[in-house]
């Protein structure tokens, strides 16, 4: 049976399913090789779409106890105790220089104190760049050949070190603001990041800059980059996944197969599917998707996907595979993570360098398929599950109305919120129905 921890585990991250030693009972998920086949898996599997191709100096002022030599005062002076009329716009204008360079010099020292974080960390977050939320195009304008010249020049390409091998692993993602800061999977820079490879942003004319880690969330399959050169990259409007519907329109960009600014439409197929990807308990993000049919293949990871009206409303992160050996590839089922997670993981990764996703502190199981709701498995000690008076045994129905079938769910359900956050589970307990409140808490991932 297998589980996953939503609290703090005693000498391990908290978060990270247990690992079942029967390999049957492992999640039926299977991850996109790098470039070698990959092991057979149950139908249908939830797999990350990533491919690799082949081969100024502040003001002196007097010391202190001295002052200016007088000057003699030469004739026609104006009286002693008197200010001259034309010294005051003089002064004036000064004090405006003195402003205007002051402030700008604080500025840059504040920056400075900010940026001790890490490069490209950014003190207010996303209230400290500058993004774009306006759609760029009317709905009457709404075709995919006006999406797809409104997009392109925010949509890049992302090669990183994998197996040692500079630009092993290739991946999409899109400008997110005018400072040169980038959104792309974690999945796709993972491995970089872990063996302090190289990393790569590669814009649609073909230019290349030298890319930078801010920070990434595993949980949340989200990592952001800095390049100060992309600066001058188009910055792509983010919009919001919560006002689609099912059947509209989106397109798809990225570099599949290495294939880079290549596009693909289709339609919303349906949002809220709860969808678990990563091949190891240690690596598994779950994700409260926006489903499409859109071709998304390897190497799309990262890349955005996009409303008719050229906003950003997810961030396209897996594809179904039926299983079997070989690569994965499109099946017409892909999945995005909704745009208001990203902006959340992004505000955190620019402001500290690192994500927090919130945690109940209980072990749930995964492997359900009765559509009944979650069972707590076991409830740690000194966490909100047991402050909440939840129980080993309890299965979870409802969260905050919305119904939970099972475990994978329950997880989504929430992550879809915030640490610090109350929630109101319903769950069953011998039989009768209660409501149990509780205040999520959080650890970093």
Known sequence: MNEHDEGRAPGGDAGAPDRPGDPEDSEPTRPLAFGRPAEPAPAPSWVPPTSQPPPGRWPAFPPPGT????????????????????????????????????GALGGVAYERIANDRGPGTVSKGLDGVDTVSLPPLSRADGSVEAVAQELLPS??????????????????????????????????????????????????????????????????????????????????SLGSSQALRVGEGVV??????????????????A???????????????????????????????????????????????????????????????????PIEQVRITADQILRTGEARYPVIGAKVQTVQEDGTGAEISEVL???????????????????????????????????????????????LRDGQERTVSVTLDSEVG
Do not use: C
Request: charged share 15%.
């Open 271 to 337: 949002l809220h599917r709860p969808v678990t990807t990563g091949d190891t308990a240690n690596d598994s993000s779950y994700i409260n998707a926006v489903q499409t049919d859109a071709a998304i293949n390897p190497g799309n990871s990262g890349g955005p996907l996009v409303n008719l009206r050229g906003q950003v409303v997810g961030v396209n992160s897996a594809i179904a595979t039926t299983g079997g050996t070989g690569e994965a590839g499109n099946i017409g089922v892909g999945f995005a993570i």
């Open 252 to 269: 798809a960009f990225g570099s599949p197969l290495g294939l880079s600014s290549t596009v693909t439409a289709g339609i919303v197929s």
């Open 155 to 236: 949509t890049v390409q992302i090669s990183a070190e994998y197996g040692g091998q500079k630009g092993g692993a290739t991946g999409s993602g899109f400008v997110l603001d005018r400072q040169g800061h980038v959104i792309t999977n974690n999945h796709v820079v993972a491995e970089a990041a872990s063996d302090d490879g190289p990393i790569e942003i590669v814009d649609q004319d073909g230019n290349r800059f030298d890319a930078t880690l801010v920070g990434r969330s595993p949980v949340y399959d989200l990592a952001v980059l800095y390049a100060p050169e992309a600066s001058k990259l188009k910055p792509a």
């Open 381 to 427: 000690d000194g966490t909100p599950a047991e402050a909440s008076g939840l129980e080993k045994g309890d299965v979870v129905t409802e969260v905050n109305g919305e119904r939970v079938t099972d475990g994978i769910a329950l997880i989504v359900a929430i992550r879809a919120h915030q640490p610090g956050e109350t929630l109101k589970f319903t769950v």
């Open 67 to 102: 002052q200016p030599m007088p000057m003699s005062q030469p004739r026609h002076a104006t009286p002693r105790g008197r200010v001259p009329g034309w010294l005051w716009p003089v002064v004036a204008a000064l004090a405006l220089v003195v402003g205007v360079l002051g």
